[in-house]
């Protein structure tokens, strides 16, 4: 497990603080991460540059002093967080163009193309790190696309959905907020008297130990076999990448929860667990067995004051507002027979291990541990750390809840989102999102290693296993 904690915004909006560990982690040379959210319209986009300008300068840019922010290195060496004269607008605004008069199948090869390199492109030196772009072709899912794209330096997913929902409106009523799942926690139930106190101290004790000893040795000394989906290469995260998504109905993984007592967030994580095995044993039978392990990366928010995205979006704001996430190695179960209780089975265990890992003291200890290395050894030294345990293991997961209304962008209705991480350590790296009583889970693949659409195909066979197993 490997947690990475922001620090506290300075009160004093004028006087920005150094960037914070993450943000180091996240703009070093070892690794660079920038977060893509793909909004699709219903109708042709048909906004105006200079209604896009003002939509940023009244409602982005008052959101958070790093929209308006460029990392620069002070004379003691300190990066930090610096506030630029002036925001150019139009040069954050990008609108491709590309030949008129074609289908939206091309206009989706287009779409495609043009998503993979600006994923790849580093933002230009002396701006702000965030860019919006308009897509105004039809492709076959959407009239229209907007992409944001934003380094991950400037926050985590929370951070990046507050910052879009300032931009956003209720596309039935504007005059109305946008509302999001409440966040709720699962704990087990207390028991009570010495005993039991002593039980839960020893297990946790145990549970601490074996959670650092398994993330240690996993960066240390061990690294995940090499399989259809690890290949080992040093080069992946500069490779060029797809993207496929998939749309689940958030009513079915919700009988599932029901029916199994686990979390929405347990049920998808143990499909996607599941799917990739059946990836993996498709392409490589021999492959079944294989040591494979997820860094699946949990919102720490919610393990002491949750923060919600509302209030991380008023103007301003200091609540919570950065990057506040753990990195939970867990141990993806083993492929051996299908069966419907074998279905139902990577939902519980890894349900089982997620739940074990939240809650360990491993959390705050590790991250005690970060902290003091970074100033022993320097944020270039802790990156390398961390570099090397993201590398040892084999994919991602991650997750975020958006707006349970549609929303709309200055009058344009938005009917599907979903979101990317890129220059990503991953051959796979699968995210979810929720949106409108939809779950839409985007895999990103390595171009000729994946084969993104049997792996697409996969998780969709693993969701129908797990759905019919749960309800007969």
């Avoid at 030196?125 to 330096?153: C, D, M, S």
């Avoid at 997820?294 to 990057?323: C, D, F, H």
């Avoid at 190695?329 to 739940?355: C, N």
């Avoid at 989102?417 to 979810?432: C, K, P, R």
Wanted: hydrophobic residues 40%; glycine residues 6%; aromatic residues 10%.
């Amino acid at each position: 497990m490997q947690f990475l904690k922001e620090e506290e915004c300075c009160a004093e909006q004028q006087l920005l603080p150094p960037v914070s560990p993450n943000g180091l982690f996240f703009n070093s040379s070892a690794v660079s991460l920038v977060i893509l959210a793909v909004f699709e319209t219903e109708e042709p986009i048909s906004l105006p540059s200079s209604r896009v300008v003002h939509l940023l300068d009244t409602r982005l840019l008052p959101v958070h002093p790093r929209f308006s922010s460029i990392i620069v290195t002070g004379e003691d060496g300190v990066k930090r967080w610096e506030k630029v004269a002036e925001v150019n607008l139009q040069d954050h605004i990008k609108t491709p163009v590309f030949p008129e008069g074609k289908s939206p199948e091309f206009y989706d090869r287009c779409f495609q193309d043009y998503f993979h390199k600006i994923s790849g492109e580093k933002f230009s030196e002396g701006r702000p790190l965030w860019e919006f772009h308009l897509v105004k072709y039809p492709t076959l899912n959407a009239a229209g696309n907007v992409i944001f794209k934003i380094h991950h330096a400037i926050g985590d997913g929370y951070s990046l959905m507050a910052a879009m929902i300032s931009c956003f409106t209720r596309s039935d009523d504007p005059s109305l907020p946008l509302t999001f799942p409440k966040n709720r926690i699962r704990r087990s139930s207390a028991a009570h008297g010495r005993a039991a106190f002593l039980s839960r101290a020893l297990t946790s004790a145990v549970n601490t130990a074996s959670d650092m000893w398994f993330s240690f040795s996993k960066t240390k000394f061990s690294e995940d076999d090499l399989s259809p989906i690890r290949s080992g290469d040093p080069a992946v995260g500069s490779r060029p990448v797809s993207v496929v998504t998939m749309t689940f109905p958030l009513d079915d993984v919700k009988e599932i929860k029901g029916r199994l007592g686990v979390t929405v967030n347990d049920v998808m994580t143990g499909t996607i667990f599941l799917g990739t095995r059946l990836y993996m044993q498709e392409m490589d039978p021999g492959s079944q067995a294989a040591e494979t392990t997820a860094m699946v990366l949990m919102n720490t928010r919610m393990l002491q004051s949750y923060n919600s995205i509302q209030e991380m979006a008023e103007p301003k704001t200091t609540l919570a507002w950065g990057n506040h996430f753990a990195f939970l190695h867990i141990t993806v179960p083993k492929l051996i027979g299908m069966s419907d209780g074998r279905a139902l089975e990577f939902v519980r265990t890894t349900s089982a291990t997620i739940q074990k890992k939240r809650f360990s003291l491993a959390i705050s200890l590790t991250a005690k541990l970060l902290d003091l290395y970074r100033k022993l050894k320097g944020h270039e030294a802790t990156a390398s750390y961390l570099y090397k345990a993201l590398k040892s293991t084999s994919m991602a997961v991650t997750n975020m809840v958006g707006p349970l209304e549609q929303m709309a962008l200055a009058d344009q209705p938005v009917k599907g989102m979903y979101f990317v991480v890129a220059g990503t350590l991953h051959d796979v790296f699968v995210t979810i999102v929720s949106y409108m009583g939809q779950l839409r889970v985007s895999v990103v693949a390595e171009k000729g290693f994946i084969d993104h659409d049997k792996l697409k195909s996969c998780i969709q066979m693993a969701f129908h296993h797990i759905y019919e197993s749960s309800c007969h």
